[in-house]
């Protein structure tokens, strides 16, 4: 079984890798990387870039039992596109966000670009309905977390998030909102669950391929 993975930046693709080995065994992964779609996204808005998000969209599918969406700017315009693509389309952030609304109805929201807190905070608005919950979240956008990624720091980027996380007090839960963001993980000290999109996105993503 191949599945298709469509990225914004070329740092993602050693992450789902790795995952694929721990979790996914015997998997075939093929990985599209358009990092123009993140950066056009961030400058108009995810709107701006439906008509190329599909076209890539349709490209990954060429073979493939199933696309992952792996960015959170354009997850929501992906989806939409499900219906052109011809095979399942799954947004990477959209387990995540469920799990983050079963956690409790105090959400914090970590980013590390702005352009991803709309989206993001529509998921889980969408999750909280289908799952007849309410919830409040509130977001934080990590100062300089994404300039170090864009640099290849991803260290110094994981540092910065966990730092950020663990001053998040009286909520439920932290969802890191970006697949940037998930190896901060591993550093924090706080006691509050944190949430992070690539092994439950990719987890789902195989399942639709089956």
């Known amino acids: ?6 990225h914004t930046s070329p740092l993602h693709v050693p992450v789902f890798d790795a995952l694929r080995d721990e979790d996914h065994p015997g998997l075939e992964l093929r990985h599209l990387v358009a990092p123009d ?7 108009e808005g995810p709107e701006a870039v439906a008509p ?3 076209a890539a969209l349709e490209r990954a599918a060429d073979g493939a039992g199933a696309v992952l969406c792996t960015c959170s700017t354009i997850g929501e315009v992906a989806e939409r596109a499900a219906a052109r693509v011809g095979v399942p389309v799954v947004r990477g952030d959209r387990p995540m966000a469920a799990a983050a ?7 914090a929201v970590l980013a590390t670009v702005e352009s991803t807190l709309a989206p993001t905070l529509a998921l889980i608005e969408d999750e909280a309905r289908r799952a007849n ?12 977390a994404w300039n170090r990624f864009e640099a290849g720091d991803v260290e110094e980027c994981a540092r910065l998030v966990a730092a950020a996380a663990d001053t998040v ?3 439920d839960v932290i969802v890191l909102a970006q697949v ?5 993980q591993r550093l924090t000290t706080t006691s509050v669950p944190i949430l992070s ?3 439950p996105g990719l987890a789902a993503a195989v399942r639709a391929a089956e």
């Open 169 to 171: 007090s009286d909520v």
């Open 37 to 43: 779609l993140l950066a056009r996204a961030r400058a």
């Open 133 to 144: 919950r309410t919830v409040r979240a509130r977001v934080q956008v990590v100062a300089d």
């Open 52 to 54: 190329q998000v599909t």
């Open 180 to 184: 940037s963001m998930a190896s901060a």
């Open 197 to 199: 999109s690539p092994r």
């Open 101 to 107: 609304v079963t956690a409790g109805p105090r959400v």
């Open 1 to 6: 079984m191949t599945l298709a993975l469509l």
